[in-house]
Nanobody, 123 residues
Framework: QVHLVESGGGLVQTGGSLRLLCTAS????????MAWFRQTPEREREFVAL????????VYTDSVRGRFTISRDNAKNSVYLQMNDLRPGDTAVYYC????????????????WGQGIQVTVSS
């Protein structure tokens, strides 16, 4: 079995911070692009950030650039999303994902997904 499991979500006030953790099990994901997506009942699944396997390339969607930081620790088979200056618009279910090919920003190009974790930012 291959699993990606997110943790670290919760409720935070506007301007606060959260750090999401995604830990993979079943096999190594050190060669995969890792990404975070988010989804609400009103919006389709949205790309948030990715980090390439070599760690030299990161990509952020415009709305989070400068506030969120993605990082990874391949020795721990983990990826992180540090979220600062959170806003109500960041409220969503956040998903960790892994892509075996390329450095994509489309959800359809990702091969493995976590179960999602709720992030709620109070207004």
């Amino acid at each position: 079995q291959v699993h990606l499991v997110e943790s670290g979500g919760g409720l935070v006030q506007t301007g606060g911070s959260l750090r999401l953790l995604c830990t993979a099990s079943g096999r190594s994901f050190g060669s995969e692009t890792m990404a975070w997506f988010r989804q609400t009942p009103e919006r389709e699944r949205e790309f948030v950030a990715l980090i390439a396997a070599n760690e030299f390339l990161t990509v952020y969607t415009d709305s989070v650039r400068g506030r969120f930081t993605i990082s990874r620790d391949n020795a721990k088979n983990s990826v992180y999303l540090q979220m600062n200056d959170l806003r109500p618009g960041d409220t969503a279910v956040y998903y960790c994902a892994a892509a075996s090919r390329g450095v994509p920003t489309e959800s359809r190009d990702y091969d493995y997904w976590g179960q999602g974790i709720q992030v709620t930012v109070s207004s």
